[in-house]
């Protein structure tokens, strides 16, 4: 999960976000590593981690929009999906960083 920092855009209306990761580094440390810089770079405050699997192409038999991302991250070494909650979801369990501030 993240919430997105004040240089976010999105912080007007996404009170956080689940991050999907597909990481092309074998060391699961390392691949954790990389993911949140690069979630921090794209102005999202990465939260805790909640799944961390090895995956293959074997995988997504079945499922074509994640075999899209899963070929990404295999040709460019990673792909990311923010799917974004609203700041007053009734569900949200992670609060927006300006709420903190």
Same mark, same amino acid.
């Given at each position: 999960m993240a919430t997105p920092s004040r240089e976010n855009s999105?912080? =007007?209306y996404a009170g956080g976000a689940y991050v999907l990761a597909?990481?092309?580094?074998?060391?699961k440390?390392? =691949?954790e590593h990389f993911a949140r810089d690069e979630i921090q770079e794209s102005n999202w405050v990465p939260g805790e981690t909640t799944e961390t699997v090895k995956v293959t192409r074997a995988g997504y038999h079945d499922d074509d929009a994640n075999l899209a991302h899963y070929l990404e991250a295999v040709e460019s070494g990673s792909q990311f999906v923010f799917h974004t909650?609203?700041?007053?979801a009734k569900d949200a369990d992670v609060k927006n960083e300006k709420e903190n501030a």
């Open positions: 999105e912080r =007007a597909w990481v092309n580094i074998e060391n440390a390392a =691949a909650w609203p700041i007053d």
